[in-house]
């Protein structure tokens, strides 16, 4: 087995299309300049229940599950990534994009229909660059592929 550090992840965002059920090949923008710490932001909502059927000790069943990731670096105006989000900002119904996750070891990727809620593209101290940050959560389980070769 071996270890890949973060930054080998790759995350791309396109705009989703109304009525579209899978995205489109091209068109694909990293989301990647001065982002410094892309974090899971996973829920579930679980139960526990105990049955006859075993010792009383209660199981626990998972419900839901929630993926997501929070985005965090330093606002790059120019780059088609930060751009696109930013155009969402003052939106509350146009926030899907199509979220692509290629996974460290290059091997395995994941494409959904996402939100991105919790944008911030300003701000900060006087002597920091200006912040960046949000929230991606897929809508719905993504679709598990292999990376085509020329990933």
Same mark, same amino acid.
Do not use: M, S
């Given at each position: 087995m071996s270890r890949f550090k973060n930054?080998?992840?790759k995350h791309y965002i396109q705009p989703y299309v109304e009525g579209e059920e899978t995205p489109g090949d091209?068109? =694909?923008? $990293?989301?990647?300049k001065y982002i410094s710490d892309i974090t899971a932001n996973?829920?579930?909502e679980t139960a526990?229940?105990?049955?006859?059927?075993?010792?009383?000790t209660p199981e626990t069943t998972v419900l839901s599950v929630s993926k997501g990731y929070d985005v965090e670096g330093h606002r790059f105006h120019g780059d088609d990534a930060q751009?696109?989000?930013d155009e969402m900002a003052f939106d509350e119904t146009g926030r899907?994009? =199509?979220? $692509?996750?290629v996974q460290a070891n290059g091997e395995k990727e994941f494409v959904g229909r996402a939100t991105v809620s919790d944008i911030v593209t300003d701000?900060?101290?006087?002597?920091e660059y200006e912040t960046f940050s949000c929230t991606i959560t897929f809508d719905e389980k993504p679709t598990f592929s292999d990376v085509d070769s020329g990933e």
């Open positions: 930054a080998l992840r091209e068109g =694909w923008l $990293r989301l990647a996973n829920d579930e526990e229940e105990a049955f006859y059927h075993g010792d009383g751009d696109l989000i899907k994009v =199509w979220h $692509r996750v701000g900060g101290p006087a002597d």
